[in-house]
Structures are given as C-alpha cells and as structure tokens.
C-alpha cells in the first residue's frame, strides 16, 4: 500500500477538508527550535565524522604532519611533492587505467545481461537474483575467493579453466603484466550485476509502443536496439558512466587484499599509495595532500553527473 | 501485442527448439560465471582436499573441519565483533536519519537549504578519501576528547553519518499528506507523537530500503574497522580473513569457510528483502 493510500484509508473524510485551509498557520506552529532537535544527532556526526576531517584532511595537506613536535606550515610543499613523486604519478596513471577498464567492462557486460534477463518470467527472476549476487557479497570476501581462484600455478581453479581451451597457466595476480588486469576482471564480476539493475530499471522505463512501431516497420532486433533502446537509455548510460568512475576513484579494499601495490608496484593506486603514507610511514601530509587531489578528481566527475542529471530532468 | 515487442531484444516470443537450446546455454553460461565463484566458494568450504584450487563440484570428501578451524582461530569472536557493529550501526543510522529526514521533509525553518545542502555534498565525500584525518578524530573527539581508536564503538558512531539513508527518509516523508498531521494536531497531538505515531508508521518501505542497504554497506565496511581496530580483538569478520590467509598454518579450504560466514548475513539479508532493495538501487542511482 502506497503513503497516498494508507492516507485515504486512515483520514475520516470530515476531517480533512476542515483541516486544509489552515496551511498558513502550520508553519508558525510549534517551536522554532523543533525542526533543530530533529536534526541535532544527525548535525553532530556530519560535523564530527565528515565536516571535522574533511577540514583536517586540507589543513594538514598544507602542513608538515609532526606527532608531538606541533605541525609546521609548507604551504604547496606535500603537493608538489606528490606531483613529482614518480610513485604517485604511476599510482594515478594504474587507478585512472583501472577504473576506465572497470567501467567500461561493467557497463558494457551489465548492459548485455540486462537485455539478456529484461523480461518478468519466473526463470527471469531467479537468473536475474542469481546474477545480483555478487554485489552483497562483501568487498573482502570477493577479494579472498579470487585471490584463491588466480592461484598462480596449473591447479589453480581458473587456470583449470582456460586449460580446457589450451591457454595458460597464467601468473594472474602474481604478474606484473596480468596484475592490474586481474584485479579489473574481479571488479567487472562485482560491478556488472549492479550496473545490470540500472539498466533494467531504465528499460522498464521505455515506452513499449515504440518497440512494437518498430517492429511493425520491419526493423530487425539489432536496429531496435539501436533506435529504440540506446536512446532510451542515454540518461542512464551517462549516470552510471560518471558514477561508476568516481568508484573506481577510490578504489582500495580490492587492490589492498588481492595485491597490495604489488608485484613490483603494477597495481598500486592512489588509495593504497595514500595509506602507506599515512599509516605506515606516518607521511600524513603528504597523504592528505594526495587525498585532497583525488577528491578535486571526484567533484569534478561529480559535478558533472549533477549537471547531466539536471539537463535530463529539464 | 505479440510477446516479441515486449522486451528490447524480444526474447520471450522465439520458441523454435534451436532458439531455446541458445537461450538454455546463454544462461547457464550467465549462472556460470556469476553464481560459479560463489559456488565455489560453498564447495571448497566442505572440502576436505588440503588445496581447494582444485576444480570440483561436489566437496569430495564433505567435513566440517575447515569450520572446526576456523572457528579454533577466533572466527566466533570477529562474527560476533561484526554483528554487534552492524547491530548498533544500523540502529543509530536508522534512528539518526529517520529523525533527520522528518525535520527536512515536514519542517519549514530558516537555513534549511543549507543544511540539506551540506548534508547532500558528503554523497561526493567517499569515506575513503577522509581516511587519514578520521583516524586523528577518532583518536581525540574534539571538545569531548574521547580516544575511540582500538574501539569497536569507533567503527559504528561514525556510521551514524550517511546522507543515503537520510535522502531517501527525506523524499518519502515528503509524500506523506498534510492532512494527516493537520489532523492529529487538532487532535491536540504533540510534535514526538506526529513522528512517532502518524509519519513514521507510513514510512515503512521507506525504512527497508535504508534498512537493507545500511546493512549491505555496514557489513561490507573494510576501511574504517581497519583503522581503527588496533589489535585483533576488535577485528570484525572481514578483516580477520586476511590475517586467516597470511597464517601459513591455514589453509585455503578455512579462508573459504571464513568467508563463507562472513558472506551468509548479507546474501541472506539481499535474498528476503529483494525488493527493497531493489527500490533503494534505483532511488540511489537514478533519482537521488
């Protein structure tokens, strides 16, 4: 039952007109400081546990980070340092080329599987939640189980399986030539299916007359897709596009457990590259410096998922 | 209308016999490769072979002791670290953006807009790029000077902060009619009774969506508990499986029994609440 029917039902219908009109008044009732005591727990954790760091995370970019000693002011110093580290310059280079091959593999797959499970019979519906499943399965299980599926030598479990078309054995994540790759095809297993939602929920939003016009015309399979679903589905392309890069951005738990930077430093992405600085060298300038960097990456793909969202609802 | 123009590629309408043999091996080949590694992982967590990187269907010699392992190197403890986090987690979540989200949707005050606005601008915020200054935070609450470092309460009061759950509180308490609180106000009910008895009773589907998915997302946490758990008797279940992994008196069968319970609450979680789930992917991607 929809909020509007419950509504229906409960409201005697002697009451609601007499309680219409007084629209007005329902703004100056109560106190002004209620809709504030709503809002206090909420206020509190935003300011401590976004606003506080977020504010920490600049500061301390502009800052030699000493426990203890008291921090002293370096101005672009930690920037320019990120910015000509070679490290980081690699670090930047393996997550912009991770989360393009993400991307593009989950959206082109999820896209494939939507078209493939669009439908409302039963076995649809049991194929589609079997496909779901590996969004909800954890980050840190999704890493373990393939850390233990790439095993390196020919019992591995996929390397069993290209066997039986006479490829490999592959290194997988042990190699520097596959690693990053590697780590791409666990991501594109665990981001397809989601992306697959997506586009099913915007298909479902295309205008079925226009497939049956279509098909009237004598329009084989292939150009509905193209003049009929692809531009259905433009919005929804561009969105998950944007949305999908920005999770790529960030990319840590995968690279930490499946690699950790290695071999020879082919995966090392800017997250993890920004937690060894941190936490294990206590660089924590530097860090945040480079974290400060990413985020500028992440509000301009952002603002553009915004501006594209405004243009589709205009 | 014929079947054909239902769907894009209008698959449900071919029935020859070559057509339903392509669509059986089309999703069999899906179930394969999206179900297998989980499957996989079910199989080799039965499996008494001591290298479960062998390819079988069926646990060749079906045990528990991969379990029994497991369990001997503290999973219980890091099962129950996890599900006290997601408990607490969850209900301060819940609780937080359900009071919030009345006060934005069914309130007129000044400075609303800006707080909306504030709240709305950390969906751009990923928590894992405030890693770093987070731990300093929680290491020393401003004004309160609280160490929660070490703590598993420093792994859930942070939780409390999600503008998702908030978001889709907001957008579904709007929808509630006016009419309803008009009338119970001139019943003489009071501002904690509106809430608590006429808005938040409707708001139901509302409260699975934010349900399900602060449970999927606080299960899934890696970083944060990472930060802050200091040594492992605040580990929660998905950090203890790479310290599983690193002990070289483990072997790869009890990682996959770990993971296998590290995994069961969320799949189980997803396969009872599909719908709103289903909801919350949507209203998170598409409309928020």
Same mark, same amino acid.
């Given at each position: 039952m929809s909020v509007r029917e419950a509504a229906r039902v409960t409201v005697p219908a002697h009451v609601a007109p007499a309680a219409t009109p007084r629209r007005g008044q329902r703004r100056r009732s109560g106190q002004w400081w209620v809709p504030w005591l709503f809002l206090a727990p909420a206020l509190v954790l935003f300011v401590y546990f976004k606003f506080i760091p977020m504010a920490q995370a600049i500061g301390m970019s502009v800052q030699d980070v000493r426990p203890y000693l008291g921090n002293t002011w370096v101005g672009g110093a930690n920037y320019a340092e990120v910015l000509g580290s070679d490290g980081f310059r690699s670090a930047a280079w393996n997550t912009v080329v991770l989360a393009v091959g993400q991307t593009a593999g989950s959206m082109i797959l999820g896209f494939c599987l939507a078209l493939l499970v669009e439908g409302q019979t039963r076995k649809l519906t049991f194929i589609r939640s079997a496909a779901f499943l590996p969004v909800v399965v954890p980050l840190a299980v999704t890493a373990e189980l393939w850390r233990i599926m790439y095993?390196?030598? *020919?019992? *591995?479990l996929i390397n069993q399986v290209i066997g039986l078309v006479g490829l490999g054995p592959s290194g997988f994540i042990n190699d520097p030539h596959t690693s990053l790759a590697s780590i791409a095809v666990t991501g594109i297993w665990r981001g397809a299916p989601y992306d697959m939602m997506i586009f099913l929920a915007g298909l479902a939003g295309i205008d079925r007359g226009l497939y049956e016009a279509a098909t009237v015309d004598g329009a084989s399979t292939r150009q509905r897709i193209r003049h009929v679903t692809l531009p259905g589905l433009r919005p929804v392309f561009a969105i998950l596009f944007v949305l999908a890069a920005v999770r790529g951005f960030r990319t840590f738990t995968e690279v930490f457990l499946l690699t950790n930077g290695g071999p020879n430093g082919s995966t090392e992405v800017v997250m993890t590259l920004i937690y060894k600085l941190g936490l294990e060298q206590s660089r924590l300038g530097v860090g945040s410096a480079g974290a400060v960097l990413l985020f500028a990456a992440t509000l301009v793909l952002t603002v553009c998922v915004q501006l594209l969202r405004r243009r589709r609802s205009a | 209308m014929s079947a054909a123009t239902e769907t894009a590629l209008g698959l449900t309408e071919r029935t020859g016999v070559g057509a339903r043999l392509a669509k059986f091996v089309v999703y069999t080949g899906l179930f394969a490769v999206f179900a297998g590694p989980l499957l996989t992982l079910l199989v080799g967590s039965f499996?008494? =072979?001591?290298?479960?990187t062998q390819l079988s269907v069926v646990p060749r010699t079906p045990t528990l002791d991969n379990f029994r392992i497991a369990f001997d190197h503290g999973v219980l403890r890091y099962l129950l670290n996890s599900f006290f986090v997601v408990g607490f987690g969850l209900l301060l979540q819940v609780a937080v953006s359900v009071l919030a989200g009345y006060a934005l949707a069914r309130k007129v005050f000044p400075l609303m807009t800006l707080v909306m606005v504030a709240i709305l601008a950390t969906?751009?915020?990923?928590?894992e790029i405030l890693a770093l200054p987070l731990t300093l935070v929680l290491a020393d609450l401003p004004l309160v000077h609280v160490n929660l470092m070490g703590t598993l309460a420093g792994m859930i009061v942070p939780l409390g902060a999600w503008a998702f759950s908030i978001l889709v509180m907001t957008e579904f308490m709007?929808? =509630?009619?006016r009419e309803l609180e008009e009338a119970a106000r001139i019943d003489g009910a009071g501002e904690l009774r509106i809430f608590a008895q006429i808005i938040l009773p409707l708001c139901k589907p509302a409260l699975g969506v934010i349900g399900v998915f602060g449970f999927t997302m606080i299960w899934d946490q890696y970083l944060l508990p990472l930060l802050v758990a200091q040594n492992s008797s605040a580990y929660t279940l998905p950090l203890a499986l790479r310290t599983l992994r690193i002990d070289p008196a483990v072997t790869p069968g009890v990682v996959l029994a770990a993971s296998l319970l590290a995994l069961l609450p969320s799949v189980l979680v997803f396969l009872f609440f599909q719908r709103s789930f289903a909801r919350g992917l949507t209203s998170g991607a598409l409309k928020g």
């Open positions: 095993h390196p030598t *020919g019992d *591995g | 499996n008494h =072979v001591s290298d479960p969906m751009m915020l990923p928590e709007k929808d =509630v009619p």
